[in-house]
């Protein structure tokens, strides 16, 4: 018997046509874990990311080679950026000879942190994104980075004779990237936007002195979800390199039992 001849002659099954006359906007390959080296602040990072490739389908197309997904994935070489994504994405379209395609990772990424007051240095994880998309002829990528800070609210501090109630938020943000092949914002930039609109930012290691230092600062400086959600797109719309954004910020309320939640959305 001879192997190489029988395997030639395997029906291509996925290539036959469908008489349902339905197209398929999004098929592929969903969470698969490979690795991804990301630059953040110039220093290459090393992770595991979680991808998902999807390709539209023809409605007399009866499927996708499901396995060319992760051969595109499989034979990625660059560090991740939004420009290289863009690439990526041709490729791909043309590996599974698709007119409109997307590519998503999600991953985790740390920066070093120097403590407010004793300065002690230690690393902060944030989640980000990237997505690149061709829809209609037209491509577009984009950033996410997802932040947690701290938040005390206005009200509680207006009404009560001492203290008030304060809680860590989560501010997400997904912005256009307009330039990928120029000055795209970096990881740390997009972090900042959420971290110098909180009440406070958050680090992994305080010493008491930096502890008495973040407590001040988030007291001095109160924000109800709503100002946190406004004073995020302020900053993004006064940046010529964000297209379309969304920002959310969720607070994980101390004395309530749910989140209060805002979003902004320039579209």
């Not at 560090?79 to 379209?93: F, I």
Request: proline share 4%; charged share 30%.
């Amino acid at each position: 018997m001879n192997h190489l001849t029988d395997a030639l002659h395997i029906p291509d099954t996925q290539s036959e046509r469908d008489e349902r006359h339905l197209a398929i906007q999004r098929v592929g390959v969903k969470d698969v874990r490979y690795p991804l080296t990301l630059k953040v602040a110039g220093a290459p990072q090393s992770m595991a990311a979680l991808w998902t490739l999807d390709v539209a389908l023809p409605a007399e197309q009866k499927g996708t080679h499901m396995s060319r997904f992760v051969a595109w994935l499989d034979a990625r070489t660059e560090a991740l950026d939004p420009a290289g994504l863009l690439r990526g994405l041709d490729e791909m379209l043309e590996k599974l000879h698709a007119a409109e395609g997307r590519i998503e990772a999600k991953f985790s990424f740390f920066l070093r942190k120097r403590a407010p007051v004793s300065g002690l240095q230690s690393l902060l994880d944030y989640q980000g994104a990237l997505v690149a998309e061709r829809r209609d002829g037209r491509s577009s990528v984009w950033a996410e980075v997802g932040v947690p800070v701290k938040s005390l609210c206005p009200c509680s501090k207006e009404i009560s004779d001492y203290g008030a109630h304060n809680q860590r938020s989560l501010v997400t943000i997904r912005v256009e990237v307009r330039q990928p092949d120029s000055a795209p914002i970096e990881w740390h930039q997009l972090v900042r936007f959420a971290e110098d609109a909180a009440s406070s930012e958050i680090w992994p290691m305080l010493k008491r002195a930096d502890e008495k230092w973040v407590t001040e600062r988030a007291y001095e400086n109160p924000k109800f979800v709503e100002d946190l959600v406004r004073d995020v797109a302020l900053a993004l719309n006064a940046d010529a390199r964000v297209g379309r954004y969304s920002v959310d910020v969720e607070n994980f309320e101390s004395i309530h039992n749910h989140s209060a939640w805002a979003r902004i959305e320039r579209s």
